[in-house]
């Protein structure tokens, strides 16, 4: 049997966790939608592509990285979760496996060594702002799979717990 001290911790811990992955969720969006953005902007010609660039091969998938986070947020408020594993498996898919093919370091190399970037969003060279995205969302989606599974084995373990009562 747990103490009421407990079972109030817990509760702190799982309010903790939701936070932290709310804020994960917010962040992720904010980056998709400049993704989006970007795709968009290129894809309807609204501007020149001198001044935003064609988007990469990898950016059409990572397009898909907002379902893990729909699912996300749909889970946290009921605690459902069945919908958080969804989230977790499809972060996976969506999320991190786009941004595996991201393969820009030639271009990057050529930056570095002579100084030159052959394509541009808004007068900054689009491959270092490509290296900025994909840092910013591995460690958003590194740490959202981090959190949402230290939330499931909350979960499971309170869900546990009731069972042997």
Not at 23 to 35: D, K, M, P, Q
Not at 55 to 76: C, D, G, K, M
């Amino acid at each position: 049997w747990s103490s009421p001290q407990e079972n109030k911790d817990k509760e702190e811990y799982h309010v903790a966790l939701k936070s932290e992955i709310k804020n994960l969720n917010i962040t992720h969006a904010v980056v998709w939608l400049l993704v989006a953005a970007q795709v968009m902007v290129s894809q309807l010609n609204l501007v020149s592509h001198k001044v935003v660039a064609s988007p990469y091969q990898w950016e059409y998938p990572y397009l898909l990285s907002i379902i893990p986070t729909v699912f996300s947020f749909v889970a946290l408020p009921k605690n459902n979760i069945s919908y958080l594993v969804i989230s977790v498996i499809s972060a996976g898919l969506f999320c991190v496996a786009p941004i595996h093919r991201f393969h820009m370091f030639p271009v990057a190399q050529q930056l570095y060594q002579h100084g030159r970037a052959y394509r541009f969003i808004f007068g900054f060279s689009a491959v270092s702002i490509m290296y900025l995205v994909l840092i910013i969302s591995l460690q958003v989606h590194g740490w959202q799979i981090y959190y949402s599974k230290k939330l499931l084995d909350a979960w499971f373990t309170s869900t546990q717990d009731k069972k042997k009562k």
